[in-house]
T-cell receptor, first 122, second 113 residues
Framework: QLQLQESGPGLVRPSETLSLTCTVS??????????WGWIRQPPGKGLEWIGSMYYSGSTSYNPSLRSRVTMSVDTSKNQFSLKVTSVTAADTAVYYC??????????????WGKGTTATVSS | DIVMTQSPDSLAVSLGERATINCKSS????????????LAWYQQKAGQPPKLLIYWASTRESGVPDRFSGSGSGTDFTLTISSLQAEDVAVYYC?????????FGGGTKVEIK
């Protein structure tokens, strides 16, 4: 059974870089059948798609975040990662990694991690 | 961006009664070449990640009880819970995957009356 687990520092200083990792178990991030994504949810608010990527390293980002976001994959560790630069309080959220239900950037998410909270504060 | 608008923001339904949630997209999410609506529904219980319920507007994900059903086409969609159970208390979101950026509705909170 595929499981995803996010990890990263819970607290990030303003203007610094938020770095998160999603570890895939019970399956392979190198699968040609799926894309992988990040979604975030500010406290008490709705869901925002951050971006999607393929194991080859190709990516698609939300235009609202594109200038500050980088997604990457480490197939040897069966992980994919997210970096958000120049963070502000508005980046405080629960960050979820997820599997997209097919090999496409734009799809529904059929498996989700439990989420990790990232707080931006000095 | 395709804006997804859900209504109502919240609703309270008696156990065993029907709950209906609406989702409207700012442009059609029906892809004419395959006649599929690129619309999904999720359930999010308190403190948990979202769970996929419905995709292609009306296809139930494996393991989802058949009291959950999705309908609609083009720009107007509905999620129906035919007989509300206590475990259905949650926030429900619609999502379009027709194009980038993927966007979600604002959510509908379902409670027991």
């Amino acid at each position: 059974q595929l499981q995803l687990q996010e990890s990263g520092p819970g607290l990030v200083r303003p203007s610094e870089t938020l770095s998160l990792t999603c570890t895939v178990s019970g399956g392979s991030v190198s699968s040609s059948s799926y894309y992988w994504g990040w979604i975030r949810q500010p406290p008490g608010k709705g869901l925002e798609w951050i971006g999607s990527m393929y194991y080859s390293g190709s990516t698609s980002y939300n235009p609202s975040l594109r200038s500050r976001v980088t997604m990457s994959v480490d197939t040897s560790k069966n992980q994919f990662s997210l970096k958000v630069t120049s963070v502000t309080a508005a980046d405080t959220a629960v960050y979820y990694c997820a599997r997209l239900g097919n090999n496409a950037y734009y799809y529904y998410m059929d498996v989700w991690g439990k989420g990790t909270t990232a707080t931006v504060s000095s | 961006d395709i804006v997804m608008t859900q209504s109502p923001d919240s609703l309270a339904v008696s156990l065993g009664e029907r709950a209906t949630i609406n989702c409207k997209s700012s442009q059609s999410v029906l892809y004419s070449s395959n006649n599929k609506n690129y619309l999904a529904w999720y359930q999010q219980k308190a403190g948990q990640p979202p769970k996929l319920l419905i995709y292609w507007a009306s296809t139930r994900e494996s393991g989802v009880p058949d009291r959950f059903s999705g309908s609609g086409s083009g720009t107007d969609f509905t999620l129906t819970i035919s007989s509300l159970q206590a475990e259905d208390v949650a926030v429900y979101y619609c999502q379009q995957y027709y194009n980038s950026p993927l966007t979600f509705g604002g959510g509908t909170k379902v409670e027991i009356k």
